[in-house]
């Protein structure tokens, strides 16, 4: 069965300064990954998505991620962050077939101005 | 035009009634979820339809039923409600596999 991990519960950067959300996967076959962000009171917003192909994926408003085979991981980034990025990003995997997504339990981002 | 929509957007109910959420999407998508979130944000799959068809049911209580009129809806009725049942519960849709899955904004549901 395929499963997320997000190592931390929250993040802390400043305003400016670039910013790494941790996600490490584990699936039988050929993950698909996916970044959610959810601000509050809201529902899940989908930021971007590995299927095949460049290991670089960018997403919506300036976050991209890098897909690692050999280490399982697919980290969230941003090279400067900003106050409204603050908010509860989930990364999610799904195995090959039509499954539901399955998500990690989520790591909240505090960008500090 | 929202994409997946979801009503009633809060629900506040006593325990022991029976309720229903509806959701429609509009993107023409086959696969539809119901996904509960706890009070600590945690996300869990609940129900998985596919052209109307129960695919998935998780370890969900019977006393939670989905019904699928169409592709296109998927509602959640809940009878004999517990105070446990208090959380937020997200509709979502996709297609084909592989692609992402869109949210409605979900239901907020207290049980008192």
């Known amino acids: 069965a395929q499963s997320v991990a997000q190592p931390e519960d929250q993040v802390n950067v400043a305003e400016g300064n670039p910013l790494t959300v941790k996600c490490t996967y584990s699936v039988s076959g050929n993950p698909y990954l996916f970044w959610y962000v959810q601000y509050p009171n809201r529902g899940l917003q989908f930021l971007l998505k590995y299927i095949t192909g460049d290991n670089l994926v960018k997403g919506s408003y300036g976050f991209e991620a890098e897909f690692n085979k050999s280490q399982t991981s697919f980290h969230l980034k941003k090279p400067s962050a900003l106050v409204s990025d603050s908010a509860l990003y989930f990364c999610a995997v799904r195995d090959v077939g039509n499954t539901p997504l399955v998500f990690g339990k989520g790591t909240r981002l505090s960008v500090i101005a | 035009d929202t994409a997946v929509s979801q009503t009633p957007k809060y629900l506040v109910t006593q325990m022991g009634n029976d309720k229903s959420i509806k959701c429609e999407q509009n993107l023409g998508h086959d696969t539809m979820y119901w996904y509960k979130q706890d009070s600590k944000k945690f996300l869990k799959i609940m129900f998985s339809y596919n052209n109307k068809e129960l695919i998935i049911n998780e370890t969900v209580p019977n006393r939670f039923s989905p019904k699928s009129p169409d592709k296109a809806h998927l509602n959640l009725h809940i009878n004999s409600l517990e105070l446990g049942d208090s959380a937020v519960y997200f509709c979502?849709?996709?297609?084909?596999?592989?692609?992402?899955?869109?949210f409605g904004q979900g239901t907020r549901l207290t049980v008192v």
């Open positions: 979502a849709s996709s297609q084909i596999k592989g692609t992402e899955a869109f």
